[in-house]
């Protein structure tokens, strides 16, 4: 743990600002958990989501900052879920909420960061897999008689 970074400024700007959202969207998510508002999908709803969404990004951001290849897609699903239960909402208040209005934007503009071609490749490029995964991937690839690039053998 001496060696966790929380930001890693040497990222692309856009990866950079997807995690400091992801951290800022975690904020609000223990807030409204916190004072059991129900911003999201009334009381029970929050009081489901609002853990698993801060939670998981959290998670997302450190591992983001640790150039960790399954924390990239964890923020990923976590904007995608974000993005849906904000839809979902502005849906409910018939566009009419202007705090609403400005979640959608932030929502939005979190998923674009994370799924930008900078961010992209960055992480396609850099980013760590774990070991066992790696190892499960590089076994499956064998099995069909594929090399490292994914091309059948011999090429």
Same mark, same amino acid.
């Given at each position: 743990?001496?060696?966790?970074?929380?930001?890693?400024?040497?990222?692309?700007?856009?990866?950079? $600002?997807?995690?400091?959202?992801?951290?800022?969207?975690?904020?609000?998510?223990?807030?409204?958990?916190?004072?059991?508002?129900?911003?999201? =999908?009334?009381? =029970?709803?929050? #009081?489901? =989501? $609002?853990?698993?969404?801060?939670?998981?990004?959290?998670?997302?951001?450190?591992? /983001?900052?640790?150039?960790?290849?399954?924390?990239?897609?964890?923020?990923?699903?976590? %904007?995608?879920?974000?993005? !849906?239960?904000?839809?979902?909402?502005?849906?409910?208040?018939?566009?009419?909420?202007? $705090?609403? /209005? /400005?979640?959608?934007?932030?929502?939005?503009? !979190?998923?674009?960061?994370? =799924?930008?071609?900078? $961010?992209?490749?960055?992480?396609?490029?850099?980013?760590?897999?774990?070991?066992?995964? %790696?190892? %499960?991937?590089?076994? #499956?690839?064998?099995?069909?008689?594929?090399?490292?690039?994914?091309?059948?053998?011999?090429?």
């Amino acid at each position: 743990m001496a060696n966790t970074k929380w930001l890693d400024r040497s990222q692309p700007q856009t990866l950079y $600002s997807g995690t400091v959202l992801l951290y800022f969207n975690a904020f609000w998510w223990l807030l409204d958990l916190m004072t059991l508002n129900g911003t999201y =999908l009334g009381v =029970l709803g929050s #009081a489901v =989501l $609002s853990p698993v969404m801060a939670l998981g990004a959290l998670f997302a951001g450190l591992a /983001i900052a640790n150039e960790r290849r399954e924390g990239y897609w964890g923020g990923v699903a976590i %904007a995608v879920v974000n993005l !849906l239960a904000l839809v979902v909402l502005f849906v409910d208040v018939h566009g009419q909420s202007f $705090s609403v /209005i /400005i979640n959608l934007v932030f929502g939005v503009a !979190l998923l674009a960061l994370l =799924l930008h071609p900078m $961010s992209r490749n960055y992480q396609r490029i850099w980013f760590r897999t774990n070991a066992k995964v %790696a190892k %499960a991937l590089r076994s #499956a690839r064998v099995r069909q008689g594929r090399n490292r690039r994914g091309w059948p053998q011999g090429h």
